[in-house]
Nanobody, 126 residues
Framework: QVQLVETGGGLVQAGGSLRLFCAAS????????LAWFRQAPGKERELLTA????????YYADSVKGRFTISRDNAKNMVYLQMNSLKPEDTAVYYC???????????????????WGQGTQVTVSS
């Protein structure tokens, strides 16, 4: 089992950058596929990016490819989301998520992930 806490959200102007942090507790961190999702008001929670256990393989949704970068540090139990060239449409609550240790591949929908943080608000002004 793993507990997740996101930090780093805030208000930024369009074109700016933010880095989100997700700190995990638990001894199984390195065994979890991790991901970042976001949810805007009135919209479904969407997968942005995911990273496999070793950090060597990543997945990005088309909406963030080339702008966002996911990384992880298994020694520190941390996962990061570097967000560049932010747009007003990136405004949402951002969530860190982890799959059960029994799964080694990415999950593409929210129900593929067993563990969630509380979310952090990102607001991009135009």
């Amino acid at each position: 089992q793993v507990q997740l806490v996101e930090t780093g959200g805030g208000l930024v102007q369009a074109g700016g950058s933010l880095r989100l942090f997700c700190a995990a507790s638990g001894r199984t961190f390195s065994n979890h596929v991790l991901a970042w999702f976001r949810q805007a008001p009135g919209k479904e929670r969407e997968l942005l990016t995911a990273i496999k256990r070793s950090g060597s393989e990543t997945y990005y949704a088309d909406s963030v490819k080339g702008r966002f970068t996911i990384s992880r540090d298994n020694a520190k139990n941390m996962v990061y989301l570097q967000m560049n060239s932010l747009k007003p449409e990136d405004t949402a609550v951002y969530y860190c998520a982890a799959r059960s240790v029994y799964y080694s591949d990415y999950g593409k929908i929210r129900y593929d992930y067993a563990y969630w943080g509380q979310g952090t608000q990102v607001t991009v002004s135009s």
